[in-house]
């Protein structure tokens, strides 16, 4: 082998070895800059001169120098100027300058080389699927004749260096996106923990004062306070008490809307009876069908018996159905539940169908939208929030089903819920158990989201009221902490006309000092109070072994998702939301002791 062949061999070798150790470098550069600074060094070494530029187009296809070895400043800055008063872009061709004096075109670029020293040049495209990505530019002190496999590994540079670029802008753009999702995703969930603060705070600031409205009108109509009130005086607490309780409707509507929207509610699916979820759902509109002497029929297939659902909020979504149907139904008209299993797709079929005003084909869109009416003129004959089908609808998908309608104007609306009919024989299904020892009322099936009365007159709470205490010879002692004032005043006076001693507390410290002096048999702890909240209030109480069986019913206006468990999981036996209601109050108690 002769030595011109060893040497080009050797050359060869060498010159691999460098491309391969600058394919490494080049992979391992985290920034775009550091991509040029190492593509500069590689290729100033592959063809042998420590002076190179990379030019790359900005914004507005203009040249501009974005690193550069060997050149100065001001060269630079009178090359993007000169380039830019041309309106110059970038070409993909590769430019080979052996003997700059040979091109003697231009009297600036001339004497800047003979300023720079600047002998010979050449310029190779970093071009990457279809891309012009900007230029690698290598410059000599002497004139350079550019031999083929310099070129060809020139070339070769360029297209790796282009490589490698495309695909870290491809990283780049890519954690810029995933910081921009986090950043988003960390907006959202400051704006979602705004608005459940928002909400608990304005669901605090309401039930407050109709604890007062709801808890004196019970008191009024009961005749606590002495006194026999005239029917007309019974007309007009009644009027009072109706309306508060459609205020909590209204705000136990949004809450339930917001828990729901925001993934913060959970199902509790039981086995329950079709034919007593639909005689609850009924209770509940009976009053306002006589009213308007709307016929309620019920039309339940003999096919049906026990379908697995959350049996609170299904008869929640029924009784909404059902509303509407009575509230847009005429004086003597019809409202229809049917209940029919579809056996072909599994599902059970709850049907609502009325003979009202039907709705236009063009608003049927609109339905299930949250705020949204359909009559939203001033003088519309049909109040409302539009919340109740948004309700409906949630629920309903909940249960992985979905709800139909169909309408006609003047002719009524058939609404249907498909929810998938599974069956569960109580016997072999794991159920939640609704223990009243275990639960707190609102959450038990018998007592539905909307003002918390019995569903069925069965179950009126004030069938299971019992006298127990009356037949003790002393009267069971009773803390309550409470810092409002109007409700110390309700609850104090209900309880102590069926014979119940109380002491007051008005934070928790007060509530820790009087459980240790008085000794109460059972403790009323509202959770907002100030010094120190009832939640601290309970577990320290909680840490005396000595008062570890002492029943702690949690008092609050809290009716966020996990109010209730968090309570509980701090110690509180029984948890129930203002406003609260006195009968149910005093049979937890009586349940209690």
Request: aromatic share 4%; with cysteine.
């Amino acid at each position: 082998m002769s030595l011109r062949t060893q040497s080009e061999i050797a050359l060869q070798i060498e010159r691999l070895n460098s491309l391969y150790h600058l394919a490494l470098a080049l992979n391992q550069a985290e920034t775009i800059l550091d991509i040029y600074a190492v593509a500069l060094d590689g290729i100033g070494q592959a063809l042998q001169t420590s002076r190179a530029a990379v030019l790359v187009p900005d914004a507005e296809g203009i040249p501009r120098y974005r690193a550069a070895i060997g050149i100065s400043d001001r060269y630079q800055q009178t090359i993007e100027n000169y380039l830019e008063s041309l309106n110059q872009s970038l070409d993909n061709k590769t430019v080979l300058i052996p003997d700059v004096e040979e091109r003697h075109n231009v009297k600036l670029l001339d004497e800047l080389r003979e300023q720079e020293g600047i002998k010979a040049t050449a310029s190779f495209p970093l071009h990457y699927q279809g891309e012009n990505l900007g230029k690698i530019i290598v410059y000599y002190d002497a004139s350079h004749i550019f031999t083929s496999e310099e070129i060809k590994l020139a070339k070769t540079i360029a297209t790796y260096i282009a490589t490698v670029i495309t695909r870290k802008q491809s990283e780049i753009a890519l954690q810029q996106s995933y910081q921009q999702l986090a950043d988003t995703n960390i907006q959202l969930a400051h704006a979602t923990r705004l608005k459940d603060e928002f909400l608990a705070n304005m669901s605090h600031e309401l039930r407050t004062p109709l604890n007062a409205i709801l808890g004196l009108s019970e008191g009024l109509l009961e005749e606590s306070y002495g006194g026999v009130l005239s029917d007309r005086q019974k007309k007009a607490i009644t009027t009072i008490e109706r309306s508060g309780k459609h205020l909590l409707d209204l705000i136990n509507d949004i809450l339930d809307l917001a828990k729901i929207e925001s993934g913060k509610i959970e199902l509790q699916i039981t086995s329950v009876s079709v034919q007593h979820l639909c005689n609850a759902s009924l209770t509940f509109v009976k009053q306002m069908a006589d009213k308007k002497k709307v016929r309620l029929i019920t039309q339940i297939s003999t096919e049906t018996n026990t379908i697995l659902v959350d049996e609170r909020r299904m008869c929640q979504a029924l009784i909404n159905l059902l509303s509407n149907a009575v509230k847009f139904t005429p004086e003597g008209g019809q409202v229809t539940l049917a209940v029919q299993p579809d056996l072909a797709r599994q599902h059970l079929c709850l049907s609502v169908s009325d003979t009202g005003i039907g709705i236009a084909s063009e608003n049927i869109s609109k339905l299930f939208q949250s705020f949204v009416q359909i009559d939203s003129r001033l003088n519309r004959q049909y109040t409302g929030t539009g919340l109740g089908l948004a309700l409906v609808r949630r629920i309903v998908e909940l249960h992985d089903g979905v709800v139909t309608v169909e309408s006609e104007v003047g002719q009524g609306s058939h609404f249907t819920i498909h929810v998938p009919y599974r069956q569960c024989n109580l016997g072999q299904c794991n159920l939640r158990s609704y223990n009243l020892g275990q639960c707190d009322l609102e959450a038990n099936p018998l007592y539905p989201s909307k003002s918390a009365a019995p569903i069925a007159p069965s179950s009126s709470i004030s069938s299971i009221v019992s006298t127990k205490h009356t037949t003790q010879g002393t009267a069971p002692l009773i803390l309550l902490a409470e810092d409002n004032e109007i409700t110390q005043e309700i609850i104090s006076e209900y309880l102590s006309a069926r014979g119940y001693q109380l002491v007051i507390a008005t934070n928790g410290l007060e509530a820790i000092q009087q459980v240790r002096t008085s000794s109460p048999q059972l403790i009323l702890m509202d959770l907002q109070m100030p010094q120190m909240d009832g939640l601290t209030a309970i577990q320290q109480i909680r840490a005396d072994w000595t008062l570890a069986q002492v029943p702690i019913v949690a008092l609050t206006a809290l009716a966020m998702a996990g109010d209730r468990e968090k309570c509980l999981a701090m110690g509180a036996t029984y948890y129930m939301t203002k406003p609260v209601r006195l009968k149910q109050l005093l049979a937890l108690i009586q349940k209690s002791l």
